[in-house]
């Protein structure tokens, strides 16, 4: 079959299309369609006018993922591979937006990035998945939601701060780690300053977790506050804001509920038996990471998350070593708070991370460790189809462990030297100078301890 390669931007309300040949030859100039009943029937009919005149043709159709836009043209296509010879993908916009800046190409247009995706598919095939039904898209629309109805709380949250600034100040200290239940249970009764400077000791310490010695610290508060807003306007808005908080509470956690009893996915079971890994944060990583079976090794999962460590060795120094945090923040945002959750809670993580702060590593770096950590773990989970044993993760790390003291052995001179050794006399500059003299005095010292048998497990070593 011949193949030829179409390339489809999707904006909103329409999308761009170009279809190209093997050799990058434009088969069928720019054309744009609406996302529309019409606009369809059209892309139906161009392609039916297409394999009528080629009917050894096969089409691979890409999109990139524009946070929905391509998903009706996409399920469009799809569903045409029972009549005509097409493969569908969605494509990664950051691979397409590296290979347009390779080619040199100054103008961005839909109609330049429609060929450009093109181009793409033709030009890294091994980088795209085609026709992969998503198992996964009822549950991915249910998550969204919940954090949509999240993203609104916060936001809730954060306007009522600014609000209790000039009503309430003195209620803010209370607010710096979020705005708990007991906080809006009381400002639903009491708005402002002076509602609660008046308000009974007994009826106060009503309100859940409140006891009678706070109820008495906080109407005293109230008393001394310099609010400057205290009119009804400010009343209203406030009870109307604790009410919209109150209510987006009550549906997330009917959402989380329901989507935990509908879904039933097998391993949910095994990543929610690791101590730190919640349903509901077992139900974002399964969405985040799919199949396993796309990542061949735990590197390329690691990478995926963006929590690879990344550096520059150039010329004279070594800088920026440090998280990668390439692609989707989302990821990253549920393996931190996993690991958060670990720490607090797993006794395993637990050791390792105070381990590494012993050792003087910052509180951050050695949560971003433990957020590596934990991935593997979820890798060699979902590889193996098993749930979390700490027996095996010890065995694991006495095995590596030992693999690394066996596996010493006498050091090699550096290859990228093996035609010339250095030559102080080069004229290089002062800080390489100071570089090279490090490296010689560490090359001795390692030659030093090996020759008085300081290392272990060589048996090539005559003094062990």
Not at 228 to 252: C, G, P, T, Y
Not at 337 to 352: T, V
Request: with cysteine; glycine share 6%; hydrophobic share 35%.
């Amino acid at each position: 079959m011949k193949p030829y390669f179409l390339g489809g931007d999707a904006s909103k309300g329409y999308c761009d299309f170009t279809l190209l040949d093997q050799k990058k030859n434009i088969v069928e100039e720019n054309f744009q369609l609406d996302d529309c009943y019409e606009g369809h029937q059209a892309l139906c009919g161009f392609l039916e006018k297409f394999f009528s005149r080629h009917e050894s043709a096969i089409i691979y159709a890409g999109f990139e993922s524009t946070g929905g836009y391509e998903n009706n043209w996409y399920q469009l296509l799809w569903k045409l591979q029972d009549r005509f010879e097409i493969q569908v993908a969605r494509v990664n916009p950051f691979g397409v937006k590296y290979h347009k800046k390779a080619s040199l190409e100054r103008i961005e247009t839909d109609k330049i990035s429609a060929r450009k995706i093109a181009e793409y598919l033709l030009a890294y095939p091994e980088k795209v998945e085609y026709s992969k039904e998503d198992y996964f898209a009822g549950l991915r629309r249910h998550w969204k939601y919940i954090r949509m109805l999240k993203k609104q709380k916060s936001q809730l949250q954060t306007q009522l701060k600014a609000q209790l600034y000039v009503a309430q100040p003195q209620i803010l200290p209370y607010c710096i780690d979020g705005i708990s239940n007991w906080i809006l249970l009381l400002l639903q009764k009491y708005p402002t300053a002076v509602r609660l400077a008046k308000a009974r000791i007994k009826t106060l310490s009503q309100i859940p977790y409140l006891c009678e010695e706070n109820a008495k610290l906080l109407v005293s508060e109230a008393k001394k506050s310099v609010a400057s807003m205290q009119d009804s306007s400010m009343e209203n808005i406030i009870k109307s804001a604790v009410e919209q908080i109150l209510n987006l509470q009550k549906a997330i956690t009917q959402q989380v509920k329901l989507m935990i009893s509908t879904y039933d996915f097998p391993e949910i079971e095994i990543l929610s038996s690791f101590i730190g890994i919640s349903e509901y944060s077992a139900f974002g990583l399964l969405l985040e990471i799919g199949a396993i079976e796309r990542y061949a090794t735990v590197k390329k999962l690691v990478s995926f998350f963006g929590i690879h460590p990344v550096y520059r060795d150039s010329g004279d120094g070594t800088w920026g070593m440090h998280m990668s945090k390439k692609g989707r923040k989302e990821p990253r945002w549920i393996l931190f708070n996993i690991a958060k959750s670990a720490i607090a809670h797993n006794e395993m993580i637990k050791q390792l991370y105070e381990k590494y702060l012993a050792d003087g590593k910052l509180k951050m770096v050695a949560l971003g460790i433990m957020m590596h950590k934990i991935l593997r773990i979820v890798y060699g989970m979902l590889k193996h189809k098993k749930k979390y044993d700490p027996m095996v993760d010890m065995a694991n790390r006495k095995r590596t462990a030992l693999k690394k003291e066996t596996t010493k052995t006498k050091p090699k001179p550096d290859k990228s030297r093996r035609y010339q050794d250095y030559d102080q006399k080069a004229p290089i500059s002062r800080r390489q100078t100071k570089k090279r003299n490090n490296k010689e005095k560490k090359k001795e010292v390692i030659n030093k301890n090996w020759e008085k048998g300081k290392f272990i497990g060589n048996k090539s070593n005559p003094r062990e």
